[in-house]
T-cell receptor, first 115, second 115 residues
Framework: GAGVSQTPSNKVTEKGKYVELRCDPI?????LYWYRQSLGQGPEFLIY????????DSGLPNDRFFAVRPEGSVSTLKIQRTERGDSAVYLC?????????????FGPGTRLTVL | AQKVTQAQTEISVVEKEDVTLDCVYE???????LFWYKQPPSGELVFLIR??????QNEISGRYSWNFQKSTSSFNFTITASQVVDSAVYFC????????????FGKGTTLSVSS
């Protein structure tokens, strides 16, 4: 079946602009995670959704970052007033349910470049 | 605090050599899970294995094997008879028993296998 998909694959924007990154999880997966991966680093957790609600947003770096999942499927990560330091690959993962016993399946990521 | 350390930044081997990737973790939880993911040049993280803290049995899957030792807080990954297709970045990750807890990744080890 189809895996996790993310669009766009690449996004180049200017400092101060607003961007939206989209994640389509595997069908039927109730848990959805966003991570950020900077060059040479491992993925860092941003936010976790169980269904429509954000169950854990402790990884969001500041209030410029926001994510939604209104119907419990597709999720959008929104970044306001982008800064050069936001440049990274943003990864989305989904799992059948929350918790470490459910394997997280990752998408290919969106590479965000802030000029 | 939870932390994963992968001290080897890069490893280069020649095909058919065996190679071991080290992973050391820190956690105060008594119940936790350890993972290995592979990130090939295409960028998509691929799940390899999950191990819970109560199961210290070594595991073998084809050319892959994992050695979990609680006494040294290590979860090392060995590839036997490496192949060029094994070239990738390998990440070790940790998760607690709490539902929805995100994966905490190490910085990864880049493995290059030459023919």
């Amino acid at each position: 079946g189809a895996g996790v998909s993310q669009t766009p694959s690449n996004k180049v924007t200017e400092k101060g602009k607003y961007v939206e990154l989209r994640c389509d999880p595997i069908s039927g997966h109730t848990a959805l995670y966003w991570y950020r991966q900077s060059l040479g680093q491992g993925p860092e957790f941003l936010i976790y959704f169980q269904g429509t609600g954000a169950a854990d947003d402790s990884g969001l770096p500041n209030d410029r970052f926001f994510a939604v999942r209104p119907e419990g499927s597709v999720s959008t990560l929104k970044i306001q007033r982008t800064e050069r330091g936001d440049s990274a690959v943003y990864l989305c993962a989904s799992s059948l349910a929350g918790g470490p016993l459910n394997t997280q399946y990752f998408g290919p990521g969106t590479r965000l470049t802030v000029l | 605090a939870q932390k994963v350390t992968q001290a080897q930044t890069e490893i280069s081997v020649v095909e058919k050599e065996d190679v071991t990737l080290d992973c050391v973790y820190e956690t105060r939880d008594t119940t936790y899970y350890l993972f290995w993911y592979k990130q090939p040049p295409s960028g998509e993280l691929v799940f390899l294995i999950r191990r819970n803290s109560f199961d210290e049995q070594n595991e073998i899957s084809g050319r892959y094997s994992w050695n979990f030792q609680k006494s040294t807080s290590s979860f090392n990954f060995t590839i036997t008879a490496s192949q060029v297709v094994d070239s990738a970045v390998y990440f070790c990750a940790l998760s607690s028993n709490q539902a929805g807890t995100a994966l905490i990744f190490g910085k990864g080890t880049t493995l290059s296998v030459s023919s």
